[in-house]
């Protein structure tokens, strides 16, 4: 028997915990419940093999993006906001804390499912270490890119990414010097059509990430703009 996958559903509304529960649980994912960021975080501790967090934002004892950052320090599993914050800055903030997709609520099933399965399909392809996944490093200067095993450092330092970050790094990485727009980039990386908003995604990706592997994220010296076109890796 394969891996049984493990979801975790935090959200003040008795509701949509168990709207979610059973849509999850019908596609066979084992299913935890908690109702504000205390319960979560317990459940978190307790289980941290954790592949998938579902997070309201507005809970009742502190902010589910206060929450996101303080996941972080525990778990890489993938976070997807579940929320009925619809600005673009609630968003981009949301993306900033540590999350990696955002679903407005009222919600589908079609729609959540479809996310859910996008989001634990990378979350396996950037967990999938395995000694017979023998692909030499990518070397550009004191920055060591591992292209399957998720392995990242600079100057002998591990750097750790969240998967979206390393998916990222590795596609520029594979093609050094070569300008990606940012929407090639958005629908190599997330497998999604690009819309108006994706464009906010991208960019606060290459901000986190040049925020790990730079010296100097406002000067970078690796991960480069090139005005009007895109990025590029140098």
């Known amino acids: 028997m394969g891996k049984q996958i493990k979801i975790l559903i935090v959200d003040d509304n008795a509701d949509i915990r168990d709207i979610v529960s059973i849509l999850l649980s019908d596609m066979n994912y084992t299913v935890l419940k908690a109702e504000d960021s205390a319960a979560a975080m317990k459940l978190l501790l307790l289980n941290p093999n954790i592949d998938l967090i579902i997070l309201d934002i507005m809970l009742p004892d502190q902010s589910g993006f206060d929450v996101c950052r303080e996941m972080r320090q525990k778990t890489m599993a993938p976070i997807l906001f579940l929320t ?62 591992h292209p399957t095993a998720g392995e990242v450092s600079v100057a002998g330092i591990d750097i750790l990414l969240r998967h979206i970050e390393y998916q990222l790094l590795v596609l520029l990485a594979k093609n050094r010097d070569q300008v990606f727009s940012v929407q ?10 690009f ?40």
């Not at 997709?101 to 395995?130: C, H, M, N, T």
């Not at 090639?184 to 059509?193: G, N």
């Open 84 to 145: 009925a914050k619809a600005h673009i800055a609630d968003k981009k903030y949301g993306f900033d804390c540590g999350g990696d997709d955002y679903l407005l609520k009222p919600f589908s099933s079609i729609e959540l499912s479809a996310r859910v399965q996008a989001l634990l399909r990378r979350y396996a392809v950037y967990q999938g270490k395995s000694a017979n996944q023998a692909n030499e490093y990518i070397k550009i200067r004191e920055l060591l890119v």
């Open 184 to 193: 090639t980039i958005y629908e190599t990386i997330w497998q999604e059509p």
């Open 195 to 234: 819309m108006p908003a994706s464009s906010n995604t991208v960019m606060v990706h290459i901000k986190n990430l040049r925020q790990k592997i730079e010296k100097d994220p406002q000067n970078p010296k690796y991960i480069v703009t090139v005005w009007g076109k895109g990025y590029k890796l140098i």
